[in-house]
T-cell receptor, first 115, second 111 residues
Framework: KAGVTQTPRYLIKTRGQQVTLSCSPI?????VSWYQQTPGQGLQFLFE???????NKGNFPGRFSGRQFSNSRSEMNVSTLELGDSALYLCASAEPGLRNTGELFFGEGSRLTVL | GNSVTQMEGPVTLSEEAFLTINCTYT??????LFWYVQYPGEGLQLLLKATKADDKGSNKGFEATYRKETTSFHLEKGSVQVSDSAVYFCALYPNDYKLSFGAGTTVTVRA
């Protein structure tokens, strides 16, 4: 069974640009979560989707958005990039079920560098 | 609110030494508790979990017991190997679709 796949793995952008990151969950998983990992702030929750509905959202500005498609794939978008958005963005999926258990399967992440 | 406090690293050990990483939490209700591990250049992997008080999670020689009275979930391993070098994250899940992570503890095991 393939794991969680994130693309691109690495990308470099400049301030003011926007970026879209993609995540394909494990086959059969319908919940997808996104986390930002930085040396200063650690792992911060961005949002969680289940069956195309956002069920929870972290404390990030409106520049950060996401969506989930009917095949459970998810994308997140960051507009008007700032230097502080440089981070590893991790996507995770969870087993089917309306209620997650906290057991997440993580991808290897997309490392974004903003210059 | 929900939060997790982990012992600060980095921690450097010799092979076969005993490892303990302290983790305490603050939460309303009865969250599930987890230890996740991140090896260099990789995403996080679930190491072990406990879903209720007094549960003991175990995997790959690591153990942690959910202590409600002390709000703790300390990670232990009796004899570490070089391959255990990684960053370890304590996390709690209060059933709101998001994990709250501790800051992470970097562990380096030397041969």
């Amino acid at each position: 069974k393939a794991g969680v796949t994130q693309t691109p793995r690495y990308l470099i952008k400049t301030r003011g640009q926007q970026v879209t990151l993609s995540c394909s969950p494990i086959s059969g998983h319908r919940s997808v979560s996104w986390y930002q990992q930085t040396p200063g702030q650690g792992l911060q929750f961005l949002f969680e989707y289940f069956s195309e509905t956002q069920r929870n959202k972290g404390n990030f500005p409106g520049r950060f958005s996401g969506r989930q498609f009917s095949n459970s794939r998810s994308e997140m978008n960051v507009s008007t990039l700032e230097l502080g958005d440089s981070a590893l963005y991790l996507c995770a999926s969870a087993e089917p079920g309306l209620r997650n258990t906290g057991e997440l399967f993580f991808g290897e992440g997309s490392r974004l560098t903003v210059l | 609110g929900n939060s997790v406090t982990q012992m600060e690293g980095p921690v450097t050990l010799s092979e076969e030494a005993f490892l303990t990483i302290n983790c305490t939490y603050t939460a309303t209700g009865y969250p599930s508790l987890f230890w996740y591990v991140q090896y260099p250049g990789e995403g996080l992997q679930l190491l072990l979990k406990a879903t209720k008080a007094d549960d003991k999670g175990s995997n790959k020689g690591f153990e942690a017991t959910y202590r409600k009275e002390t709000t703790s979930f300390h990670l232990e391993k009796g004899s570490v190997q070089v391959s255990d070098s990684a960053v370890y994250f304590c996390a709690l899940y209060p059933n709101d679709y998001k994990l709250s992570f501790g800051a992470g503890t970097t562990v380096t095991v030397r041969a």
